[in-house]
């Protein structure tokens, strides 16, 4: 759930014209169920609180494919395709604090500094501001094992100047801290990370760098920023008794085309931007706008992703590509913070050619499985693979009110994942999305 606490300070605006209008102003939402889901997950199990998914596919044997998963302060799960836990890593203390894994993502092909390669798992640390990176190796009765070069510190040790001033210091107690992430091998074969910085417009473009020793170290390389100001909007406003008055300018989920290199980046109140990594420069205005909300000068009723917009991901079909984005809402908790409808639902847009809107569709009940629907899913990933169980590939959501809603109060007393097979979604529109099963390798 996101926390809306910050000062407010005005510096500049930025102004959007709203054509997306005209591409599909009243879509319907197609329902589809679930067939698998993880095991609650709850206060009871070390504050374990689910939020990001990412495959890994096993070279030899897809059936040993893996679901691994960031669960904030309960620090990471491991799961295979029928929804068991494979392994539980704690989240680290230390004397600066406690670790809190935020987002997670899979690289194929690491090259070490020996030369070998390996897969690793790139996690965002939010209560400790690192950037981490576990080895892989699937053979392992624990395939996970941290390589992070602690050394290297801190991901955000500095923070923006709302007043536009010099950047400041950061403590960490203050939670400016590595929030989104996303990870990939780029064109040259370097191994790039995007992490977003928790309640700052801010993104930060790292490179993982191997060692003689084995480890890796994650240095920045760019510096990405946008306003505290969008439309007329200031997004440092805060209202503790009315959410339709209170912002924040942070993003959170983000990931990467790994055809072109470009990076979708969502800022929760504002909408999907996209990112040149290897320049570190936004686009001058997002691609599509979330709600805004009726109480201010940035509303854009005829969106279909409420405030906040949240996971990110990829769907690689045989000739078009789909982005997936979690219109989350936060209509449920401390009140409501979003303007009905189109809440707890996933926006589609087709990015290969040009970012056209095609629909919109939500995780619905599935009785005859006992598995309940999806509420406010903060992060989700999607893989055209052909996998044991899932010929027509799978997408995996994060569940923010698992079985018990506790009267959508903003304070859930479980949290879980949901399984759907990809085929569900493509067919529930129309015309159906397409299904690439068999035709794509995630190691290429």
């Known amino acids: ?61 897809p059936a040993k494919t893996l679901v691994i998963t960031a669960i904030k302060n309960g620090g990471i799960r491991v799961y295979d395709l029928k929804g068991t836990e494979v392994q539980k890593i704690k989240a680290e203390k230390t004397d600066a604090g406690k670790g809190r894994i935020n987002n997670i993502d899979v690289v194929y092909g690491l090259k070490l500094a020996d030369g070998s390669s390996i897969d690793v798992a790139v996690a965002s640390d939010r209560g400790l501001d690192i950037i981490r990176v576990f080895k892989i190796d699937g053979s392992a009765d624990k395939p996970l094992s941290e390589i992070t070069d602690l050394s290297v510190g801190r991901a955000f040790p500095t923070r923006p100047d709302k007043a536009g001033g010099a950047d400041q210091d950061n403590p960490l107690d203050d939670q400016m801290t590595v929030y989104g992430l996303t990870a990939w091998k780029a064109a040259d074969g370097k191994v790039l990370a995007v992490g977003t910085q928790r309640t700052n417009p801010r993104v930060g473009v790292f490179e993982l760098q191997p060692e003689a020793d084995g480890k890796v170290a994650v240095k920045m390389v760019h510096d990405a920023r946008v306003p505290f100001v969008f439309d007329g ?100 908790g401390e009140g409501g913070v979003a303007d009905a409808p189109y809440d707890d639902s996933f926006a589609v847009f087709r990015i290969d050619d040009g970012f056209k809107l095609l629909g919109s569709f939500r995780v619905a009940a599935n009785a005859a499985a006992k598995i309940d629907a999806v509420q406010e899913s903060d992060g989700a990933d999607v893989i055209a693979t052909a996998l044991p169980g899932w010929p027509n590939g ?50 290429k």
């Open 1 to 61: 759930m996101t926390l809306r606490r910050l000062v407010a300070v005005a510096s500049f605006s930025l102004t959007l014209v709203s054509w997306h209008t005209l591409a599909l102003a009243t879509p319907s939402i197609a329902e589809v169920a679930a067939s698998v889901e993880t095991p609650n997950l709850s206060e009871e199990d070390g504050k374990a609180d689910a939020d990001d998914p990412s495959f890994w596919v096993d070279p030899a044997d």
């Open 233 to 332: 909007q200031d997004l440092t406003a805060e209202s503790k008794d009315d959410p339709l008055s209170d912002w924040n300018p942070q993003f959170e989920g983000v990931t990467v085309d790994k055809v072109t290199g470009a990076v979708y980046a969502g800022q929760e109140d504002v909408g999907i931007w996209k990112l040149d990594p290897a320049t570190g420069l936004f686009g001058d205005k997002p691609l599509y706008t979330t709600r805004g909300s009726s109480k201010s000068v940035f509303n854009k009723p005829d969106s279909v992703i409420t405030r906040d917009v949240e996971g990110l991901t990829v769907y690689y079909g045989k000739t078009a590509r789909y982005l997936l984005a979690s219109s989350q809402g936060g209509a449920h």
């Open 394 to 443: 799978l997408f995996v959501t994060q569940d923010g009110y698992n079985d018990d809603l506790n009267g959508l109060s903003g304070e859930p007393k479980a949290t879980n994942f949901k399984f759907v097979d990809w085929a569900a979604i493509a067919n529930a529109f129309n015309p159906p999305l397409e299904i690439n099963a068999g035709g794509y390798d995630p190691r």
